[in-house]
T-cell receptor
Framework: AQSVTQPDIHITVSEGASLELRCNYS??????LFWYVQSPGQGLQLLLK????DTLVQGIKGFEAEFKRSQSSFNLRKPSVHWSDAAEYFC????????????WGAGTKLIIKP | SQTIHQWPATLVQPVGSPLSLECTVEGTSNPNLYWYRQAAGRGLQLLFYSVGIGQISSEVPQNLSASRPQDRQFILSSKKLLLSDSGFYLC???????????FGPGTRLLVL
């Protein structure tokens, strides 16, 4: 069965420091991959997605993610975080066998230290 | 452009009372529609999805139900709420035959 793992429940980063959030998936074929961000009490906003082509994907708010097939990973990165990046981040994989549903990771909460 | 609305934004209901949460999408036609629940500190749990009017698929058996009376309207209901129904309910849509989902602002439900 497909699954998505976000191994870090919480990550604390100093403002201005670089960030990498990990996401690993299990899927037999080339997956459709997504990163979403959720600010407290809000809905989810799409940051970026990978379907095919260039494995380095640029998203909104200065985020990027790299698809590495050999590692079954789709890690999210940002070179310098801002206090406004404090939020919860969800990785998801497209479930191709049933009406384009998504399989979700449990989320990583990002805390920014001033 | 497309927009998605949910209401109410917040709801406090007693145990055993009924529930109706509404989600509407504008600017698209024949979308796929989804209801998710997010318990405090937890990830997303898909409750229902719909690929068309009157077509509802349930992912998790529970005391909730969903209906899609119109193309761009998705309703989440319950006849009798349980304490465990408390949570943050998110509606999402995607284009027909597309994977990318777009989320509404959510409804926070507290059952007392």
């Amino acid at each position: 069965a497909q699954s998505v793992t976000q191994p870090d429940i919480h990550i604390t980063v100093s403002e201005g420091a670089s960030l990498e959030l990990r996401c690993n998936y299990s899927y037999g074929a080339t997956p459709y991959l997504f990163w979403y961000v959720q600010s407290p009490g809000q809905g989810l906003q799409l940051l970026l997605k990978y379907f095919s082509g260039d494995t380095l994907v640029q998203g909104i708010k200065g985020f990027e993610a790299e698809f590495k097939r050999s590692q079954s990973s789709f890690n999210l990165r940002k070179p310098s975080v801002h206090w406004s990046d404090a939020a919860e981040y969800f990785c998801a994989v497209g479930r191709m066998d049933s009406n384009y549903q998504l399989i979700w990771g449990a989320g990583t909460k990002l805390i920014i230290k001033p | 452009s497309q927009t998605i609305h949910q209401w109410p934004a917040t709801l406090v209901q007693p145990v055993g009372s009924p529930l109706s949460l509404e989600c509407t999408v504008e600017g698209t036609s024949n979308p796929n529609l989804y209801w998710y629940r997010q318990a405090a500190g937890r990830g997303l749990q898909l409750l229902f999805y719909s690929v068309g009017i009157g077509q509802i698929s349930s992912e998790v058996p529970q005391n909730l139900s969903a209906s899609r009376p119109q193309d761009r309207q998705f309703i989440l209901s319950s006849k009798k709420l349980l304490l465990s129904d408390s949570g943050f309910y998110l509606c999402a849509w995607s284009e027909d035959n597309q994977e990318t989902q777009y989320f509404g602002p959510g409804t926070r439900l507290l059952v007392l």
